[in-house]
């Protein structure tokens, strides 16, 4: 570290406090939306469902966010962090800091540093709890941090930001190209436009001749609901060929776990959905229990415990080769999370997009069992009974073809060449060892 830069206190440079405790029975005023620890990914926010507590008035200032305010987690992943860009007035719950810089600390400076601090394995020392761990208002105030003076602490930001600039556009057109296969999805097998066009004299919107042959012109009955002539509704676990709780392994190699591999939480979906792996656990585990969990090109991972609406079950991710081949070793489910590998291919991209609706449209909680206070997915029961609008192959072949391109997540290998950089460049950009003139000649 540059001998120029000193080491401070952070809690001598920030205004922080904890979020404000969740408690229905004790909370007063107006209820309003607010942030929790599931709500904050590195670097980015999900704003999806958003819960809400009762807040008073004489609590606007304490517990909420202005922009640029760098929301830091207490626990599940502790210090995972991203920076406040929206309006003013979002608030926090106690799983979450709320850190302020001052003025001779730059916000995203002190995100970079958390980011490589947590992947350093820098933040485990600070954390409290055995089984689930936690980075409290005490051990923030006391982390020690490297100081070197604001303009330097902004130029250096400059470099890293361009990098995460790129990867943030490329982030975007992946959820992009997901929402156009969501909404062919549902154009499809939920509200059979094609269908509903054909009987009305119409030639179905945004597809060509040949594809809009493949659809009847009329329904039938089925026993739940009337489904396109030739269709039928198929329990989703009989469209599987393989199905299997996933496994924790050990954090140690030893005779009985010898095998490297990557465990992909239920935590880690939304950063897979359009993020690269580096905050994917490695552990080890036997060949005999990652034969069969083995995640293959094509497989379906579904979480199937979780807590609440903070912490939801039944959030699923479509395993392509490009996604796994960010991997130096296999990888397979933890142990919250089941492994569905469908028939074949084509199939798979049907069941992708039919647990991705349900989700979305809050359905997979009708599968949820909380008698013991953690909600778990009832997987039997929902591979028995979710159906599945099932066409004839020749339009499962043509939607098959049309959305494999969109959610096989090519662009995730940019995503991760550019966050290699990144990282390769942050712990020398803090450290001194490397000079902001050869950083940007690095980023070009």
């Known amino acids: 570290m540059s001998t120029e830069w000193p080491t401070v206190r952070l809690g001598h440079h920030v205004d922080a406090c904890l979020g404000k405790m969740l408690d229905a029975k004790k909370n007063k005023g107006t209820p309003l939306p607010y942030l929790g620890n599931s709500n904050v990914r590195w670097g980015q926010f999900d704003l999806n469902d958003l819960a809400e507590m009762r807040f008073e008035p004489h609590e606007e200032e304490r517990y909420s966010l202005k922009p640029g305010d760098l929301v830091v987690c207490e626990g599940g992943e502790p210090g995972r962090c991203a920076i406040w860009t929206g309006p003013a007035g979002m608030k926090v719950q106690k799983a979450l800091h709320r850190i302020r810089p001052k003025d001779t600390l730059d916000n995203y400076y002190l995100f970079y540093w958390f980011q490589l601090s947590a992947k350093a394995g820098l933040l485990e020392p600070h954390f409290t709890g055995t089984t689930i761990k936690h980075l409290t208002g005490k051990a923030i105030a006391a982390l020690e941090v490297p100081l070197p003076p604001i303009e330097v602490q902004r130029a250096m930001v400059d470099v890293l930001k361009q990098l995460d600039d790129r990867i943030t556009l490329l982030r975007e057109t992946n959820a992009t190209l997901e929402a156009i ?14 269908v509903h066009a054909k009987m009305q004299g119409r030639a179905p919107e945004g597809m060509d ?31 599987l060929r393989h199905t299997i709780g996933g496994d924790w392994g050990s954090d140690v190699a030893d005779e009985m776990n010898d095998t490297r591999v990557a465990i992909i939480r239920g935590t880690d979906i939304p950063d897979l959905q359009t993020n690269a792996n580096s905050r994917v656990p490695v552990r080890y585990t ?13 497989d379906l991972l579904l979480e199937v415990s979780g807590g609440s609406k903070d912490q939801p079950t039944g959030r699923s991710l479509y395993l392509s080769d490009a996604l796994l081949s960010q991997f130096d070793c296999p990888v397979e489910p933890a142990s919250f999370c089941r492994l569905l590998r469908p028939v074949d291919k084509e199939v798979g991209m049907l069941l992708a997009q039919h647990l991705s609706y349900i989700y979305a449209q809050g359905k997979t909680w009708e599968y949820q069992n909380q008698s ?3 909600a778990n997915f009832q997987t039997t029961h929902f591979l028995e009974t979710e159906l599945v609008a099932c066409p004839p192959d020749d339009v499962l072949k043509a939607f098959s073809e049309t959305v494999q391109p969109l959610i096989a997540r090519a662009h995730l290998t940019q995503i991760q060449e550019l966050a290699s950089l990144r990282d390769t ?9 490397l000079s902001l003139a050869e950083a940007a000649t690095e980023t070009i």
């Not at 296969?181 to 094609?194: M, R, Y």
């Open 372 to 374: 013991t206070g953690i």
């Open 286 to 298: 036997s060949q005999k229990k990652l034969s069969g969990r083995k995640l293959e090109d094509g």
């Open 425 to 433: 460049l942050l712990p020398r950009l803090i450290s001194g060892q």
């Open 209 to 239: 001749e040949a594809t809009a042959a493949l659809f009847p012109e009329s329904f039938e009955e089925s026993e739940l609901e009337p489904v396109p002539k030739g269709w039928k509704l198929v329990p989703f676990g009989q469209l």
């Open 181 to 194: 296969a969501q909404a062919l999805f549902k154009s499809w097998f939920v509200d059979f436009d094609p």
